[in-house]
């Protein structure tokens, strides 16, 4: 029996419109009560100074089937980023089309500590999108979602297909809004493509590929996650759709809440993501978009790639940030400078993302909820040293930035992952 | 990551692009071209790289550009090896390094690199041993700092007052490092007005923010230019998404002996070779008398000999 307090903790939860320091107790896997001075205790936390939020759910982590010896590295590396879950979607060569890699995948992850492991499973067989995936088989094996893997789907007829398919078994389809003839490259396509004479990937790229998925919607009345939106354009269509009353949802990867085209410098390949960074307004368009909620959910899109991925002239390098661990030091910079209200933050980190995946996840701090939350330390302002970076990947330009809020400690129902 | 190609000195270690080159150093390497340009004709060229070992490492197929960068070694008596990596399956960074590296073990002293990928002379300058220096001989639309050179050398020889000029570049900008190496060299030297004619399916967005105007009708740009840049279109360019085929290319965008007339009488006309005659210039322009294309060539050696030998009398044998 494990009975814990959290002494004058700063309990912070927009969901019962909790702010309030005091002392919070657990009891094995539940939040049983505040101030409460006959609780008999096993074991005493301070919390003077610290934030406990709950925690967060990461959406887009996209990690390499082939070797997931490392997943316990990943889910580590998420729980040091204040993630509680961490949600797994097709990508590359990781398919996830078929029920019994979903099954070992999952009971392989059982194994370790660190975030909870979630599975999107592939919309398509292959992920070559000409035919439907075995969704219900997929469903039962325990993919919360289906997803198009990051490669848009240019068949619209069987784009059509599979959100009917997809909503008859109450799932939603995560898709990547892309016009693949657009996306031929590499970075934005704008001023810094054209100074580097790089392949740009321009913002039509994006709002084509919106706009027939927003049809199709129309069409359909399926549920759609649109996955990593990047631009100012983009996230109009969504706003308008959502106004519209169409059942989507988006998120975007914080690396596109703080970066643009202008940090690739000369080529600098840590900046090399999909979708490519963009202007200085498409961000500030993006951070609106969280802000009055037409975005959802802030992911990291936690790619974690091997040193070998990066050591190429850089449009032959792998895309992607292992994002993971540095999640919701991201976040909360964006809070402690203003610039995001922090009721809006967790929204967007705990409590959206667990709907839209209908996941089992206590996103608010109440008695009797499960004691599922990370602590913060909002005056930290240091950095993450190289030892305690848990992902297997280094691909991160945020590996050295300090950060003025660091997460002490995540937990998952009563129990410490990080 | 950043690698800078100019030290505290103001000393070159490495020539990567010309964007952030300051105009001393480009008129640096114009007197250096000018004096070895004349020792050489004196037949008194002076050994300044003896000694020094240059590796001319193409990733794709050229002869001008290598060749020109071989003789530029000679003739300052640098030991030269060629290797040429165009047919070879080397293009992934993997084994791209591995080569490096290989090469770096015979103790180089200047990698001459060219590569069909943007940024591959930044990649190779970040991963040389200190002290070895890159020079960038094109990386694929990027940059082609030496040709920007040889040409800013060829317009300082007929027209040294930059700041009066009119030059416009003519062709596919899009895919051409040629033409962005030469914008920005232009715009270091300060030149009176720059103008860019091609067809709105070769121009690169937002083109005109490195500091040049656009036109869409050769006629217009012509009008009074001093400097015409014709540049090559390449054969796979011509028919398809960019552009229908190379007779309406000639049509709107071809140099003619008619169409040069709208320049000033005493323009002169360039082009970085090889020329595709009949498509971007007629024959009778290219070997005409207001061409200096065979002087850009000869201007090459002159310009390259000056770049090897600011680079490496920086640094010790």
Redesign the interface.
């Known amino acids: 029996m494990s009975r814990q307090t959290f002494k004058q903790v700063r309990v912070i939860d927009p969901q019962s419109s909790t702010d309030q320091s005091c002392d919070l107790h657990v009891h094995n896997q539940n939040i049983v009560g505040v101030n409460d001075a006959s609780f008999a205790v096993d074991q005493e936390h301070s919390g003077e100074g610290l934030w406990l939020i709950p925690a967060a759910v990461d959406f887009g982590y996209r990690g390499d089937l082939r070797s997931l010896s490392a997943i316990g590295a990943e889910l580590g590396a998420a729980a040091r980023g204040g993630s509680a879950h961490l949600v797994m979607e097709p990508a590359g060569t990781s398919v996830i089309d078929d029920a019994a890699e979903v099954r070992d995948l999952k009971a392989r992850a059982k194994h370790h500590d660190g975030a909870r492991l979630h599975v999107i499973g592939a919309v398509s067989s292959n992920l070559q999108h000409r035919s439907l995936a075995a969704m219900s088989t997929l469903r039962e094996a325990g993919c919360i979602a289906v997803g198009d893997g990051g490669q848009s789907i240019d068949d619209t007829n069987l784009l059509i297909r599979m959100l009917q398919y997809a909503q008859s078994l109450d799932l939603t389809v995560f898709l990547t809004p892309l016009d693949s003839r657009l996306a031929n490259g590499c970075v934005h ?3 810094v ?6 392949n ?1 990937i ?1 913002s039509s790229a994006e709002t084509m590929g919106l706009a027939r998925i927003i049809e199709s919607v129309r069409a359909t009345s399926a549920r759609v996650h649109v996955m990593r939106l990047s631009t100012a354009e983009g996230v109009e269509l969504v706003r308008n759709a959502r106004r519209e009353g169409l059942p989507i949802t988006a998120d975007v990867a914080i690396h596109h809440l703080y970066l643009t085209e202008n940090d690739i ?4 390949a ?1 900046f090399h993501v999909q979708p490519p960074l963009r202007t200085l307004s498409d961000r500030d368009a993006l951070l609106a978009g969280v802000v009055d909620g037409t975005i959802d959910v802030i992911c990291s899109q936690h790619t974690p790639l091997g040193r ?1 991925a ?8 792998d895309p992607g940030i292992a994002g993971a661990q540095t999640l919701m030091p991201l976040v909360l910079q964006l809070v402690l400078d203003g610039r995001l209200p922090l009721d809006r933050a967790i929204d967007a980190t705990s409590t959206q993302p667990a709907t839209i995946c209908k996941l089992n996840h206590a996103t608010s701090l109440k008695p009797d909820d499960k004691a599922t939350f990370c602590l913060i330390d909002p005056n930290d302002d240091g950095q993450i040293d190289s030892e305690h970076w848990h992902s297997l990947g280094h691909n991160s330009p945020f590996s050295d930035w300090v950060f003025r809020a660091r997460v002490v400690s995540t937990w998952f129902k009563g129990r410490q992952i990080a | ?3 800078k190609q100019v030290c505290k000195q103001g000393q070159l270690k490495h020539l ?2 010309m ?1 952030g080159l300051k105009r001393p150093t480009l008129e640096q390497v114009f007197a250096t071209a000018d004096e070895l340009s004349s020792a050489f004709s004196s037949g008194q060229c002076p050994p300044l790289l003896s000694g020094r070992t240059i590796i001319n490492l193409f990733f794709e197929p050229s002869t001008r550009t290598r060749n020109s960068f071989e003789l530029a070694a000679k003739r300052l008596s640098a030991d030269i090896l060629n290797v040429d990596l165009a047919s070879s399956s080397t ?4 084994s ?2 591995d080569t490096l590296w290989t090469l770096q073990a015979m103790h180089c002293d200047m990698f001459i690199v060219r ?1 069909p ?4 002379a ?2 190779i300058a970040r991963h040389v041993d200190q002290g070895v220096a890159v020079l960038n001989a094109g ?5 082609h700092p030496t040709q920007a050179l040889l040409d800013l050398y060829t317009i300082r020889h007929h027209k040294p007052d930059f700041g009066g000029l009119r030059v416009v570049v003519v062709g596919d900008i899009l895919h051409s ?1 040629v033409a ?1 190496s030469l914008i920005h060299g232009l715009n270091i030297m300060n030149v009176g007005d720059l103008r860019l004619v091609a067809p709105p399916t070769l121009l ?4 005109e ?2 500091g040049a105007e656009v036109y869409h009708d050769l006629d217009k740009g012509l009008a009074d230019a001093d400097v015409v840049y014709m540049l090559r279109l390449q054969k796979e360019r011509m028919v398809g998404a960019h552009l229908p085929d190379r007779h309406e290319y000639y049509k709107h965008f071809g140099l003619t002996s008619a169409r040069l007339k709208l320049a000033k009488a005493d323009a002169i006309v360039m082009h970085p070779g090889p020329m595709n005659r009949g498509v971007e210039i007629e024959s009778s322009v290219a070997d005409g008398p207001q061409s200096v294309i065979l002087e850009q060539v000869g201007n090459g050696v002159s310009v390259r000999m000056a770049v090897m030998a600011n680079i490496l009398s920086g640094t010790t044998s």
């Open positions: 396509a704008g001023r493509s054209t100074r580097l004479g790089l740009g321009p410098g000369p080529f600098d840590r070998d990066r050591l190429a002239p850089f449009a032959v390098t | 990551m950043s690698v990567l692009t964007e293009s992934k960074g993997e791209l390094l590569h990928e943007s940024g591959a930044h990649f990386d694929g639309r990027h940059a490092r962005r690169p967005e937002q083109v923010d490195l």
